[in-house]
């Protein structure tokens, strides 16, 4: 009011307003126009705004100030953890938590050590014609210089937790080789070896950057040009905006006045920890409901260490097909990304015997509320199960638009974490096979168009080569035609198998087109040649065999033949032939010892176990014939069996003897010290008797549903 008087000369407010991209300071000058002018005013709020804008400056200055913890609102840290992570990394000015996915990969990372990181990418570009190699490095410096979010490390606090160092100026490694000395083949081995080495050689995820550079001259006019980076830094959909901008930066010498700000992949985190832990994972505990077991395709494989990078092979949906699936998708509201989802959890479901699966599905994680979040430069990406449930009656209608609503429910919840929807339904491990639907920003076209002639240089063409540690991940790329890339772990599956289930998928999707009043029980999961093989081929199975062999003689062939290969695999525990063989010859000489030899019989009281297949091929090896008796059959069953084949023994474990009566003796394998007994092949010689082709093998009684079991002996021959 300018008639009451005035109890200061300037009333100044400043506040403090959190933004995406951090905090923002703004102040307004109040003032009474009689005491003092607008032009006083106006030149007090300058020189107040040039002493905050110097002190900004001084404070950036090393070994003039530091970070608090006000300062670095993503991470609860104390001053202490700031002050030693200052005193590590001198140029730090930043510190960030890190995004679901950022977790796991950091994860794999670390237990990389011995094998290969998967996570370890690569994007290469062919150039030609007159490649300023000293203009692409500062083109590249100056990529890093712009994007915070490149320049980070990875470290731990006192109490484990994991944050990430935002570095203030990171030198970009930059490695040029010139092999246009070569003669061809040698050269592309030599290019191809090369850039293969790079993406090899792992990154010390503590030391910043994760990314790095090197040009490789093949001829005076041809290069590649191989960025290798860690997927924690960035996902499939910023690489092809990291090399549009690269070009970009080389057509204007390293100048960034015309470029857009650069909005920083710190509001993306933000945004993470703006959200409801407790809303997500209610949504996905409920989709996950009544999930007892995990979804595994591939065989065992404990202790395994990836021992070479994916395999892959490519199939295409004929563009017919192709439009026909994407007009099925319009008239049923469901997406071509959910078809193929449908498709793909029918296999896994056939695969694995049952009607309830679970696989896992990248989703690019860009939230769209976080304005110009396509353009920005990050890890966004996240794995999210996906839970495929179906009735054989269903229609296949009814299949795809239910799949649908159960996926659109989850839409706003595919920013949780893995780890943590797996903790809240309380398992492990869900799945162990992934699908990406491939969908970017920028194509390869868009590229090569981009560079079509700066000053000389083309781009001739842009690959990729990346990985993931799922035994089994299918790539979706849907243009004019869909595509498909299976890539798969040639450690645990071979190409013959795999091409198979890309056969079988095309095949699913073309019965979706052809009639979705189908049932799903009802749809051909093998194709026609795979049904020869599978019910023609695979049962044709009469060979002839020796008469007068023993039943373990094609056991002994084996251990001979391939001593170190997988005999016995049994919920994560594996052993060898040889190993398999030791155990069973130093059992059947102890058996020996207690009088079991040709006609003598042996009660296995296991269930289904190592021990169960040793206690089998020891009594076997010893001359004998073993009897199998479920512990968890009724007690009158076993007793009666037990009384009528009176054995020598009863072989069991300390765990599976519950429940066996005692008036027979009760050998503990897994108690049991055999040390004493010679490891080597059992012989005639060394048995009670020799053994004959017409000696028992073993006795299986019948369920005794007509009256009491019977005993059926099966002799060797």
């Known amino acids: 009011d300018a008639d009451m008087a005035a109890n200061k000369t300037v009333d100044i407010n400043a506040i403090v307003l959190d933004t995406d991209e951090g905090g923002v300071l703004s102040a307004s000058f109040a003032f009474p126009t009689g005491a003092v002018s607008a032009d006083t005013v106006e030149r007090l709020a300058g020189l107040w705004s040039e002493a905050l804008s110097a002190l900004a400056s001084y404070a950036e200055v090393p070994g003039s100030g530091g970070l608090t913890p006000s300062d670095v609102p993503l991470v609860a840290l104390s001053q202490a953890d700031i002050a030693s992570f200052e005193a590590r990394y001198p140029q730090l000015t930043d510190i960030w938590s890190l995004s679901p996915l950022q977790q796991g990969l950091l994860f794999h990372a670390l237990f990389a050590d011995a094998s290969i990181d998967v996570y370890t990418m690569q994007v290469v570009l062919d150039l030609a014609g007159e490649v300023d190699a000293e203009r692409l490095h500062h083109a590249a410096q100056t990529l890093l210089d712009r994007y915070d979010n490149l320049r980070t490390s990875f470290t731990a606090t006192a109490d484990g937790e994991t944050v990430q160092i935002v570095h203030q100026d990171v030198v970009l490694p930059w490695t040029t080789m010139d092999l246009s000395h070569l003669d061809e083949p040698e050269r592309s081995t030599a290019v191809a070896d090369a850039l293969a080495a790079e993406q090899r050689r792992h990154f010390d995820v503590s030391t910043a950057p994760l990314l790095r550079f090197v040009l490789v001259r093949i001829t005076p006019t041809t290069y590649k040009l191989a960025m290798t980076n860690h997927h924690v830094l960035l996902d499939g959909w910023s690489l092809p905006l990291v090399m549009k901008e690269l070009l970009y930066l080389y057509a204007a010498r390293g100048s960034t006045s015309s470029m857009p700000r650069v909005r920083s992949y710190r509001s993306y985190l933000a945004w993470l920890n703006r959200q409801d832990p407790a809303v997500s994972l209610g949504a996905w505990t409920t989709a996950l409901a009544g999930v007892e077991e995990p979804t595994f395709v591939a065989p065992p494989s404990v202790g395994r260490e990836i021992s070479a990078r994916s395999a892959e092979t490519e199939r295409f949906v004929d563009p017919e097909t192709t439009a026909s699936l994407v007009a099925l998708g319009g008239r049923l509201g469901v997406t071509v990304n959910t078809l193929v989802q449908a498709a793909y959890g029918l296999l896994i479901a056939h695969i694995t015997g049952r009607t309830d699966v679970v696989f896992g599905a990248t989703v690019s994680g860009r939230p769209a509320a976080l304005p110009g979040v396509e353009s920005m430069i990050g890890l966004f990406i996240n794995t999210i199960p996906v839970r495929v449930r179906f009735d054989p009656a269903d229609t296949v209608e009814n299949y ?164 170190d290969a997988t005999a016995v695999l049994y919920e994560g525990a594996a052993v060898t032939y040889a190993q398999f063989s030791e155990r069973v010859n130093r059992l059947a000489r102890h058996l020996i010892s207690l009088g079991v030899g040709p006609q003598s019989l042996v009660a296995l009281g296991m269930r289904r176990g190592i021990d169960l297949m040793v206690g089998m091929y020891a009594v076997l090896e010893a001359g004998g014939a073993y009897v199998p008796i479920d512990p968890d059959h009724p007690a009158e069953r076993i007793e009666y069996i037990l009384d009528t084949a009176v054995p020598v023994a009863v072989l069991s474990t300390s765990h599976d003897r519950t429940g066996l009566p005692e008036r027979f003796p009760i050998l503990e394998l897994d108690t049991l010290d055999l040390a004493s007994y010679p490891a080597d092949a059992v012989a005639d010689a060394d048995r009670l008797a020799p053994v004959r082709p017409e000696n028992t093998a073993y006795v299986i009684f019948t369920s005794g549903s007509t009256g009491r079991p019977k005993g059926v002996a099966v002799p060797h021959r």
């Open 400 to 563: 795809l638009v239910r799949i649908q609503g159960e996926q659109a429910d989850l839409l706003d919840h595919h920013h949780m974490g893995l780890v943590d929807i797996q903790r809240a339904i309380g398992m492990g491990n869900l799945f162990d096979t992934l699908t990406i639907f491939e969908s970017y920003p920028v194509d390869e076209a868009e590229l090569t168009q981009q560079a079509a002639a700066i000053d000389g240089m083309t781009v001739e063409s842009v690959s990729s080569n990346d990985n993931t540690h799922y035994p089994l991940t299918l790539l979706v790329v849907a243009e004019d035609r869909i595509s498909f890339t299976l890539k798969y772990i040639s450690d645990l599956f071979d190409a013959a198998y795999v091409e198979s289930i890309l056969s079988r998928l095309v095949g699913v999707l073309e019965t979706f087109v052809s009639d979705t009043t189908t049932a799903v029980g009802d749809i051909d999961l093998l194709g026609s040649e795979e049904r020869t093989r599978v019910i023609d081929t695979w049962n044709d199975t009469a060979h002839e065999v020796d008469a007068g062999i023993m039943l373990t003689a094609p056991f002994r062939a084996r251990v001979a033949a391939n001593p």
